[in-house]
């Protein structure tokens, strides 16, 4: 079986800022080592207006945070949101890399950088204070999809 392709060129090397990682609610507590240490396993992926960043119904391995340019959220083709710098969305990816619950679409050049399942998992391992708010941000979205 072939893994699932996820869209957007992949851009020369380079990291998100520790700033940037700690503005992502659930490695908000990591302190200057921890942050810099995470950053080095993020992807920068640049994306064109117009560009599925993630599709519905698709296999995700990434965890994305916007760093520049904008994007909608569509779930079952309804826009139910946007998307700007500093925002995070594939959380879910992160913890059972299921088909993504939503397709995220650049309306503008976007920046993002990516973070492989994989590198998360074994971060996450030796920090249970990021998984403990992971599952408090998964409790969050359950929480407001429920009440759609």
């Known amino acids: 079986m072939t893994p699932p392709r996820e869209n957007g060129k992949v ?3 380079a990291a998100p800022s ?6 992502i609610p659930i490695f908000a507590e ?31 391995l990434n965890f994305f945070v916007v760093d520049s340019g904008s994007a909608s ?3 079952g083709g309804k826009e139910v949101g946007t998307l700007g710098p500093g925002a995070s969305f594939g959380e879910i990816a ?7 619950s ?17 590198s998360f998992r074994s971060f996450a391992e030796s ?3 990021v998984t403990w708010k992971l599952l408090e941000l998964l409790a969050e979205r359950l929480r407001v999809a429920e009440s759609r």
């Not at 520790?18 to 503005?23: K, V």
């Not at 992160?94 to 993504?100: F, H, N, T």
Request: charged share 25%.
């Open 11 to 13: 851009a020369p090397v």
């Open 18 to 23: 520790p700033e940037l990682i700690r503005g």
């Open 30 to 60: 990591l302190d200057d080592a921890s942050a810099s240490q995470l950053a080095s396993d993020f992807i920068e992926r640049e994306f064109s207006e117009g560009q599925a960043i993630a599709t519905e119904g698709e296999g995700g």
């Open 73 to 75: 959220v569509f779930v």
């Open 94 to 100: 992160l913890v059972d890399r299921s088909a993504r």
């Open 102 to 118: 939503a397709t995220v679409t650049a309306t503008s050049r976007l920046r993002a950088y990516a973070l492989p399942v994989w």
């Open 127 to 129: 920090r249970p204070e």
